[in-house]
């Protein structure tokens, strides 16, 4: 009798207890027996920069104001239309060695920043072409606006971002 009031006890506490919680879409089928079960997701949008850097950018000849280096930057997004590429410069536009500043224009191929252009303030190009799944890809050079005169090792970083438009 004690083994069958635990199990009458067990049946009603679980019968009690609601079900968890669920979300979701009540699919209900048809005369026929059949029913649609939707299926959805989304890819964000989303660009890849890469770039070739074979060694003309890491030595620069600094007595000269000749257009410098030809190095390429690539952009693969898995959609079509633009995206939005900016550059910018650690110093502000600028090579140091210590508290001497060589100042360069920054030039991209097939841009509106291919005349060359100062990075003392970053420079967006919100018309980066992004075609589906096919890198585009441009060439990067420098132009110093004068020739060093002071002997040093002058550095600079630019950091290339993009935002998917």
Same mark, same amino acid.
């Given at each position: 009798?004690?083994?069958?009031?635990?199990? *009458?006890?067990? $049946?009603?506490?679980?019968?009690?207890?609601p079900a968890?919680?669920?979300?979701?879409?009540?699919v209900t089928g048809t005369a026929n027996? %059949?029913? +649609?079960?939707?299926l959805s997701g989304t890819l964000?949008?989303?660009?890849?920069l890469s770039s070739f850097l074979n060694g003309p950018? +890491?030595? @620069? &000849?600094?007595e000269t104001t000749a257009v410098q280096g030809a190095e390429s930057l690539s952009l693969n997004c898995n959609y079509?239309?633009?995206? %939005? *590429?900016?550059? %910018? =410069?650690? &110093?502000?536009g600028a090579?140091?060695?210590?508290? &001497? =500043? @060589?100042p360069y224009n920054f030039i991209l191929s097939g841009s509106p920043l291919s005349s060359? $252009? =100062? @990075?003392?303030t970053a420079q967006t190009w919100g018309g980066f072409p992004a075609v589906t799944n096919s890198a585009q890809t441009r060439s990067m050079s420098v132009q110093l606006t004068s020739a060093a005169t002071v002997a040093g090792t002058y550095t600079d970083t630019v950091t290339v971002a993009v935002q998917p438009n």
């Open positions: 009798m004690k083994k069958m009031f635990l199990a *009458v006890a067990a $049946v009603a506490v679980a019968a009690a207890v968890t919680a669920q979300t979701g879409t009540t027996g %059949s029913i +649609d079960v939707p964000a949008k989303k660009c890849i950018f +890491d030595a @620069l &000849n600094l079509g239309g633009t995206a %939005s *590429v900016t550059f %910018s =410069s650690a &110093n502000g090579m140091k060695s210590g508290a &001497n =500043s @060589l060359g $252009v =100062s @990075l003392a």
